[in-house]
């Protein structure tokens, strides 16, 4: 599968696995150089989609870490000449009810979620606002709207993402810059796969598609905000949850 993102360099943040793979990988399959970046890979390189453009190439960069991001950043500009599309991607969680969070819960969740989507936009951006083009789309998740009890860390540091980015939406429009966010609902992926048999379950009985989504119902989603189709879409958060919320 090609067309669409030839002569496009895209940078996807925490793109060694799970949902993040699945957006690099089909990005390089649609023509765009892409940079998988997270702070570790635990698997060898896989085989490139081929063609002249459409590959994959890996940076090691920690969105924690504002020096790392600085670095990584200039790096792939200095590389490839540009930045056109933006995925961050890159989340964790650390779950516990708020009586009993650790300072250090919070802010490290905080920290990977939200700060650093900002410090990649924050990076990313000048070289945008000179190319007079960008495309930028930021993974919340379903609990930003939801709320979910055991995840007030990691549901703030959603909402928080969706707040930047109709901000960043607007004070980018005018430079030709979209920024959108995905709100992904239950997905299959290591994330997930921790959870109990039993808490699967309770969790599938609140979607009315009834099955968990895939890493490739997300990465469909963004694609179709990082693509020309979508070029008079800004400021949007599309749900990607079965209906789990709407
Ligand atoms: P995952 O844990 O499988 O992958 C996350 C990746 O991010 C990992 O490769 C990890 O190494 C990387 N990462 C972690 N900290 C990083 C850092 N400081 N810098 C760079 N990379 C870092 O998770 P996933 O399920 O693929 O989730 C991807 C995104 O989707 C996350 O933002 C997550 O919050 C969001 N999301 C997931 C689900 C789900 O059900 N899986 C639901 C809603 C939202």
């Known amino acids: 599968?090609?067309?669409?993102?030839?002569?496009?360099?895209?940078?996807?943040?925490?793109?060694?696995?799970?949902?993040?793979?699945?957006?690099?990988?089909?990005?390089?399959?649609?023509?765009?150089?892409?940079?998988?970046?997270?702070?570790?890979?635990?698997?060898?390189?896989?085989?490139?989609?081929?063609?002249?453009?459409?590959r994959i190439e890996r940076a090691v960069l920690d969105v924690s870490d504002g020096v790392s991001v600085e670095t990584g950043v200039a790096g792939i500009l200095e590389s490839y000449g540009k930045i056109s599309l933006l995925v961050n991607n890159a989340g964790i969680t650390r779950d516990s009810l708020l009586m009993r969070m650790k300072k250090e819960e919070w802010s490290t969740v905080i920290s990977v979620n939200l700060t650093g989507t900002y410090r990649m936009c924050r990076a990313v951006v000048p070289a945008m606002v000179r190319a007079r083009y960008g495309r930028i789309v930021n993974v919340s998740s379903v609990v930003a709207g939801l709320g979910n009890p055991g995840q007030a860390n990691y549901a703030a540091s959603k909402a928080g993402v969706e707040g930047l980015t109709r901000t960043l939406a607007r004070e980018l429009a005018s430079r030709n810059i979209t920024v959108n966010a995905v709100a992904p609902g239950f997905i299959d992926t290591a994330m997930t796969r921790a959870l109990s048999e039993e808490a699967r379950a309770r969790l599938l009985d609140l979607v009315p598609l009834g099955r968990l989504g895939s890493p490739a119902d997300v990465a469909s989603a963004v694609l179709f905000l990082l693509g020309e189709e979508a070029s008079y879409v800004t400021g949007h958060v599309l749900n990607v949850n079965g209906g789990m919320y709407m």
């Open 1 to 54: 599968m090609r067309g669409g993102f030839e002569g496009q360099v895209a940078v996807v943040t925490g793109a060694a696995r799970g949902i993040g793979r699945e957006i690099a990988r089909r990005l390089a399959a649609t023509g765009a150089l892409v940079v998988a970046a997270d702070v570790r890979f635990d698997d060898p390189p896989e085989t490139q989609p081929g063609g002249e453009e459409g």
